[in-house]
């Protein structure tokens, strides 16, 4: 099992900046192959935010944060970040950290492929 722990949720104003945080741990910690960031805003679906391959390559993001957010993995720390920055009403909502044992080159942005997932952290960002 893996265990997901988000962090660094909060309140901004439009344009402003958060760093959110994922701390993972637990024995199957080495089957990981995928991480990512989702995000649900209240009565919409959960929805892809971005994907960092954890055995190497390139991140992937969303279009609607694609410029705005940025996500890096702590392989040492065991930690996946997202740095999101010109942030936008639109991008409030609950914010998960999910893992994945394989990556899927092709369908990284479907929440099917991720097996862990934390309980997320709200981010609020105000007119």
């Known amino acids: 099992q893996v265990q997901l722990v988000e962090s660094g949720g909060g309140s901004v104003q439009t344009g402003g900046s958060l760093r959110l945080s994922c701390a993972a741990s637990?024995?199957?910690?080495?089957?990981?192959?995928?991480m990512a960031w989702f995000r649900q805003a209240p009565g919409q679906e959960r929805e892809f935010v971005a994907a960092?391959?954890?055995?190497?390559?390139?991140?992937k993001y969303a279009d609607s944060v694609k410029g705005r957010f940025t996500s890096s993995g702590d392989k040492a720390r065991n930690t996946l970040y997202l740095q999101m920055d010109d942030m936008k009403p639109e991008d409030t909502a609950l914010y998960y950290c999910?893992?994945?044992?394989?990556?899927?080159?092709?369908?990284?942005?479907?929440?099917?492929?991720?097996?862990?997932w934390g309980q997320g952290t709200q981010v609020t960002v105000s007119s």
């Open positions: 637990g024995r199957t910690l080495s089957s990981v192959a995928a």
């Open positions: 999910a893992a994945g044992r394989y990556w899927y080159s092709v369908t990284w942005y479907y929440t099917g492929h991720y097996n862990y």
């Open positions: 960092v391959p954890w055995i190497g390559g390139t991140t």
